[in-house]
């Protein structure tokens, strides 16, 4: 891959500017100096290998191997990369391309070319919504149900949720192209030809960055999310309880064994964080942090805070001056 861990964040702008977006989506923000790609992640929260791989796709087109990618990203985290790019597309995009569309033609009573280059925009604008909504209501609902552990019944699956939005990215493109040639072959209005000619490249630039999303959930995301809906039947049909939070094999150590996962769980306890910011740090859900949680308390006895700490210092998994007291 082109950039990895150690490439400096700053680098990655300076290559290639679409690379901006990314990286508000992921909800970095700007200012960070010389810091590494991982330094960078770390400090706003953000699983590196999820954010290379989301890179990597986008400066290649999406010709990277995402079989390989699929298997080191976290879905969580994806997840609301994908949530994020729906808002920017669905609350600011599209509605400021839609102000300097208005700026750029003419209105006027006789001009009834540009009130239906208007209403075909509002249309599009409109089928890109219903897309998205349908993504975060049904694609994104099923997928959270696969992260905490709930085994899908016997006729559900990511493919069959996901085939018909496919058809939609299809769509998209069709719509996006009929706008394009829309007001390339038959606006000849009076006009502001700067404008609307900055208003055309918005447009060729927002469908670019659409197509790269629509190609990036039809690879990468929906191999990830495969990959965990395998896991979870499989857990399912090995005697896990249907709605039961996905936890990792190692939890199935005899008691008084801890796995690392949990003594990592126990370092964060004993720093004071809460359920919800264990499972940010670890890219886990806060279901799963709660049932390490119950594991450690039936392997060690141990239910208190008070107690973890003193777990931990005695068996040397934190030192003195990272307990909070």
Known sequence: MKFT??????????????????????????????????????????HPATFLAVVNFVINGGHVNTAE????VSVSELMRYLQRSHSYFVDFRLPAIRRKLIEAIDYSAQNQVAFLILKFY?????????????????????????????APADHASYTALAHQHQDNHASLNKSSDELKAIITKYYSGRTDTQRLADTLMDIFIMEEDLLSHCLLEDTLFAQAVQALESEVRMK?????????????????????????????VICHVVRGLSNKEIAGKMFISTNTVMT??????????????????????????????????
């Open 236 to 264: 399912a049909n090995n005697g896990w309880k249907a709605g039961a939070p996905a936890v990792s094999p190692e939890e199935t150590a005899a008691a008084g064994d801890l796995s690392e996962r949990e003594k990592e």
């Open 69 to 72: 990618l699929a298997q080191e």
């Open 5 to 46: 861990e150690d490439t400096r964040m700053s680098e990655l702008i300076h290559d290639d500017y679409r690379l901006l977006q990314v990286i508000s989506r992921f909800g970095i923000g700007l200012g960070f100096g010389n810091q590494s790609v991982k330094a960078t992640c770390e400090k706003d929260g953000v």
């Open 122 to 150: 509002d249309e599009y604008a409109a089928e890109v919504g219903r897309h998205m909504e349908y993504e975060n209501t049904h694609i994104h609902t099923y997928v959270q149900q696969l992260l905490e552990g709930q």
């Open 292 to 325: 390490h949680r119950r594991n450690i308390a039936r392997k060690l006895q141990i239910h208190s805070p008070a107690g973890l700490t003193i777990y931990a210092i005695v068996n040397g998994l934190i030192n003195l001056d990272e307990v909070k007291l």
